[in-house]
């Protein structure tokens, strides 16, 4: 279940003039985290507000952030070791955050030298994949896509699997095709039999599926062996900004015989348009 907290409250706004505008992207109650850098500096963790980045690197240096008792954890090039803390220290940092973001309060709005320092205008900042992808696993859990598709490549009457109404199917990507958005996508090259053709062929896809799909990025790992309840998985992800979405290109011609057996890889590429946000 999700329990909003005090930080969601839509009364709320910040002393960072570009959130509290009735169409911001990103205002006090929608803080996503990502990785950027500027010219002339190195990766790190940042929180959107408004128009602007909130270098926690930096915050973190002057302890107004702390996330881990063991060390910072902002400074790097990834949000890898802040995920794996878990949901108590993501709560704890948005909280942080969102409090020293708020109108009323002087902490960062009054310190004039460390606010300029630690809010960077987005258009002066450059991203990058927040975090590094170990694995992914993709979902086929729409039933209308997933009908439209198994019509394509099977028969209406055999649009999905068996067992597709029961528990929906998943199957294993390639991580190193994440990518940030922006990234030039090639299209996947593979075997094909055209209709006609006594032989396959080999080259680009002929056919291009562009998908829009929601992601989950998974903070804490569990032990090999030991399931996770739909209760326990809530609690194993990072939060996510509502435009964290993947989209998703496939080669259909491809991928089409393995699709109908479930079986191999596809040939995917993503792109992470936004980025993850703590509860």
Same mark, same amino acid.
Request: aromatic share 6%; no cysteine.
């Given at each position: 279940?999700?329990?909003?907290?005090?930080?969601?409250?839509?009364?709320?706004?910040s002393?960072?003039?570009?959130?509290?505008?009735?169409?911001?992207?990103?205002?006090?109650?929608?803080?996503? $985290? /990502?990785?950027?850098?500027?010219?002339?500096t190195?990766?790190?963790?940042?929180?959107?507000?408004g128009?602007?980045?909130?270098?926690?690197?930096?915050i973190?240096?002057?302890g107004?952030?702390k996330?881990?008792?063991?060390?910072?954890?902002?400074?790097?090039?990834?949000?890898n070791?802040?995920?794996?803390?878990?949901?108590?220290?993501?709560?704890?940092?948005?909280?942080?955050?969102?409090?020293?973001?708020a109108?009323?309060?002087?902490?960062?709005?009054?310190?004039? #030298?460390?606010?300029?320092?630690?809010?960077?205008?987005?258009?002066?900042?450059?991203?990058?994949?927040?975090?590094?992808?170990?694995? $992914?696993t *993709?979902? $086929?859990?729409?039933r209308?896509?997933?009908?439209?598709?198994?019509?394509?490549?099977?028969?209406?009457?055999?649009?999905?699997?068996?067992?597709?109404l029961h528990?929906?199917?998943?199957?294993n990507?390639?991580? &190193?095709?994440?990518?940030?958005?922006?990234t030039?996508?090639?299209?996947?090259?593979?075997?094909?039999?055209?209709?006609?053709?006594e032989?396959p062929?080999?080259?680009?896809s002929?056919?291009?599926?562009?998908?829009?799909e929601?992601?989950?990025?998974? /903070?804490?790992?569990?032990?090999?062996? #030991?399931?996770?309840?739909?209760?326990?998985a809530? *609690?194993?992800?990072?939060?996510?900004?509502?435009?964290l979405?993947?989209?998703?290109? &496939?080669?259909? /011609?491809?991928?089409? &015989?393995?699709?109908?057996?479930r079986?191999?890889?596809?040939?995917d590429?993503? &792109?992470?348009?936004?980025?993850?946000?703590?509860?």
């Open positions: 279940m999700l329990n909003l907290n005090w930080t969601h409250d839509p009364r709320r706004t002393f960072v003039a570009s959130a509290n505008s009735p169409d911001a992207d990103f205002p006090i109650q929608n803080l996503p $985290y /990502g990785i950027f850098d500027t010219p002339g190195s990766r790190r963790a940042g929180v959107a507000i128009d602007q980045i909130l270098d926690l690197a930096l973190e240096t002057t107004l952030v996330a881990s008792d063991e060390g910072p954890v902002f400074g790097t090039a990834d949000l070791a802040f995920m794996a803390l878990g949901p108590q220290a993501w709560s704890k940092v948005r909280q942080t955050v969102s409090g020293l973001l109108s009323d309060n002087a902490t960062l709005r009054d310190n004039v #030298e460390l606010r300029q320092h630690a809010l960077i205008p987005m258009a002066a900042a450059r991203m990058h994949l927040p975090v590094y992808v170990r694995s $992914y *993709d979902f $086929y859990a729409s209308e896509h997933a009908t439209n598709v198994g019509t394509l490549f099977r028969d209406p009457a055999n649009a999905l699997p068996p067992n597709w528990i929906p199917i998943g199957y990507g390639r991580a &190193s095709t994440v990518v940030i958005s922006g030039d996508i090639r299209r996947p090259l593979g075997q094909h039999k055209l209709p006609g053709a032989a062929s080999f080259g680009p002929r056919k291009l599926d562009i998908e829009l929601l992601g989950a990025i998974v /903070g804490i790992p569990n032990r090999m062996g #030991e399931p996770v309840s739909v209760a326990q809530w *609690d194993l992800r990072l939060r996510l900004d509502e435009r979405v993947r989209s998703r290109h &496939s080669g259909l /011609g491809v991928p089409a &015989s393995r699709t109908v057996s079986q191999g890889v596809r040939h590429r993503q &792109s992470v348009d936004r980025h993850a946000r703590g509860s």
